[in-house]
């Protein structure tokens, strides 16, 4: 089993920064991919962006050259510069195993006033 744990949510102006933390533990070893996904009210969850065990990241085109992903082994980073109110959002960690099972945490609520 794995478990994440998130925290660093909070609420924010526009154009400010908040940074993001997910750790995980339990069978760490068997994780692959580690990111955050978010999901707004009334709205699908969605990618923001994730990273590869090697440390190759991937982005969603709507925070490429705001939000910068991090790992450091089992814990997982998400800087976000220059916040917007579309970016109010539940955030959710999320690994995935070499296996494709995937396993979330908890969420935390960004929110980002005009």
């Known amino acids: 089993q794995v478990q994440l744990a998130e925290s660093g949510g909070g609420f924010v102006q526009a154009g400010e920064s908040l940074r993001l933390l997910c750790a995980a533990s339990?069978?760490?070893?068997?994780?692959?991919?580690m990111g955050w996904f978010r999901q707004a009210p009334g709205k699908q969850r969605e990618l923001v962006a994730d990273i590869s065990r090697d440390g190759r990241p991937n982005y969603a085109d709507s925070v490429k050259g705001r939000f910068t992903i991090s790992r450091d082994k089992s814990t997982v980073y998400l800087q976000m510069n220059s916040l917007k109110p579309e970016d109010t959002a539940v955030y959710y960690c999320?690994?995935?195993?070499?296996?494709?099972?995937?396993?979330w945490g908890q969420g935390t609520q960004v929110t980002v006033s005009s």
């Open positions: 999320n690994g995935q195993r070499f296996t494709g099972r995937d396993y």
């Open positions: 339990g069978f760490t070893a068997s994780i692959n991919r």
